[in-house]
């Protein structure tokens, strides 16, 4: 059997003799699974991974220390599937302490103090352990990646917060794709007033600086997780539907187009059917350029303090809490998600300018 040389397949081959492009695809797809994954994955998988310990703030990497657990009254009602994906509630009382000892049924422990001093020291019944059995709620833990300025995990944080950068751009993609088609299929098809009157539209908001323009909408739609994403995604739509509009003006006059009229097909029916189809190519590069822009653009609104607000795990927000450490001899606090922020927008970048090459239908 003769091997296809079906134009998909030829722009299939040419992508996987891209080396970087296919680096960059298996960072993302890896990027994606940790997002979707990451309550499983991290060292604290409380909501947010939120857990606090202010005696182990903004500890170097690689920390450790002892962590006594109380339990507390409240039940974690969450299930299963809400704790995969949205973490659980905190059912216990977390304390890092620096050594403890059991006196007259009693635990007598002292809580962890930095530069080498001792700290208090407090007692707590055995009875509050059920069945006395204390030794299972006092662990080591190993901070990875050390502790933010309110010691938190912040392995677990960085890790969560792929989350808000990864699906940021599925999201503003969408919607600018929405839009985008909608508005350059009209103005590209039809001409003439509806033309003019889109590109009137496209050319006031590409006007428009894009940060500015989606801190106006953010602040119409209010401060949140959702509003920054219809923010993003609504800021995003010119490009993709300047590009439509010119595809579309050129494709409508080939003769498939032609023959489609003359078989009495409904415009809708052309436009979704034969023509959109076929200018795939240069919409799939366009928007893995703007799945780069819209993790920047995110990344900014969170740094200026209007994208997703505390204490939901954002990379840009942790650069925004922890800048001026960089200054007080721990870089690392925003080096490491401005690093995050680099290689995954250098992977959607990759990958753009490998989609481009490959489907280029003159190489």
């Known amino acids: 059997m003769s091997k296809s040389n079906s134009l998909t397949q030829l722009a299939l081959q040419k992508f996987k003799k891209n080396i970087w492009g296919v680096f960059s695809f298996w960072v993302i797809v890896s990027i994606g699974l940790v997002s979707v994954f ?5 060292p604290d998988d409380s909501k947010n991974a939120n857990q606090m310990h202010l005696s182990v703030h903004s500890k170097s990497p690689g920390f450790k220390v002892k962590v006594l657990e109380i339990p507390t009254k409240i039940e ?21 302490i620096s050594e403890y000892r059991i006196e007259n049924e009693k635990l007598i422990y002292n809580e962890y103090a930095s530069d080498g001093l001792l700290g208090q020291e407090k007692t707590i019944d055995l009875n509050n352990f059920p069945t006395n059995d204390y030794q299972t709620y006092i662990t080591n833990r190993t901070f990875i990646f050390g502790t933010d300025k309110y010691g938190r995990d912040y392995l677990s944080r960085i890790i969560i917060g792929a989350r808000i950068s990864f699906f940021i751009g599925f999201v503003a993609v969408f919607i600018s794709l929405l839009v985008g088609l909608f508005m350059g299929s009209l103005a590209g098809y039809y001409g003439g007033k509806v033309d003019a009157f889109i590109m009137w539209i ?38 993709v539907a300047r590009v439509v509009r ?26 979704s059917k034969h023509i ?25 609104l969170s740094f200026l303090g209007i994208g997703a607000q505390p204490p939901m795990a954002s990379w840009g927000a942790m650069i925004k809490d922890h800048y ?11 080096l490491i998600p401005g690093i995050c922020i680099m290689v995954l927008v250098m992977a959607f970048m990759l990958i753009g300018n490998a989609l481009r090459d490959a489907l280029d239908v003159k190489n």
């Open 38 to 42: 990451a309550y499983v994955l991290v």
């Open 76 to 96: 974690d009602k969450t299930t299963f599937l809400s704790r995969l994906f949205f973490g659980r509630n905190n059912t216990t009382a977390e304390i890092p």
């Open 202 to 239: 496209i050319n006031i908001t590409w006007s428009i600086p894009t940060l500015l323009l989606v801190i106006a909408i953010t602040l119409a739609l209010g401060k949140g997780f959702w509003q920054v994403f219809i923010a993003v995604g609504l800021t995003m739509w010119v490009e």
């Open 246 to 271: 010119g595809q579309i003006i050129g494709a409508k006059e080939l003769q498939y187009v032609t023959a489609a009229r003359a078989l009495g097909f409904s415009d809708f029916r052309i436009i």
């Open 276 to 300: 959109l189809p076929n200018i795939m190519a240069p919409l799939i590069v366009i928007s893995a350029a703007n799945f780069a822009a819209a993790i920047l653009i995110e990344s900014g």
């Open 324 to 334: 001026n450490y960089i200054i007080l001899g721990k870089p690392y606090l925003a």
